[in-house]
Nanobody, 123 residues
Framework: QVQLLEAGGGLVQAGGSLRISCAAASHTAKPYILGWFRQAPGKEREFVAGVSWNGADTWYGDFVKGRFTIVRDSAKKSLMYLQMNSLKSEDTAVYYC???????????????WGQGTQVTVSS
């Protein structure tokens, strides 16, 4: 069981930056990958980014195109951040932190989900 808590969402102007974070609490010593999904109103859920247990591997959804960076704290592996730059109005969505005991490169079917944090980009 991995519990996830997101923080840092809010309102930002188009072209601006925002960093959202995720704190994980696991009840076992089993490693887990972390990631982000997002869902905008009326749209399907979309994979944003993922990071491996040791932080060495990162992978992104096709739409990211270098604008977002996912980082896992090297000391506290339970902390993870998503730095979002050059934000666009279409980035407006609820962003969900996710975790899974799978190995790297997973882009779907994550087992654990946080409650989500709203990111709103005004144009």
């Amino acid at each position: 069981q991995v519990q996830l808590l997101e923080a840092g969402g809010g309102l930002v102007q188009a072209g601006g930056s925002l960093r959202i974070s995720c704190a994980a609490a696991s009840h076992t010593a089993k490693p887990y990958i972390l990631g982000w999904f997002r869902q905008a109103p009326g749209k399907e859920r979309e994979f944003v980014a993922g990071v491996s247990w040791n932080g060495a591997d990162t992978w992104y959804g096709d739409f990211v195109k270098g604008r977002f960076t996912i980082v896992r704290d090297s000391a506290k592996k339970s902390l993870m951040y998503l730095q979002m730059n050059s934000l666009k109005s279409e980035d407006t969505a609820v962003y969900y932190c996710v975790a899974d005991h799978a190995s790297s490169w997973l882009t779907d079917d994550y087992e654990y989900w946080g409650q989500g944090t709203q990111v709103t980009v005004s144009s």
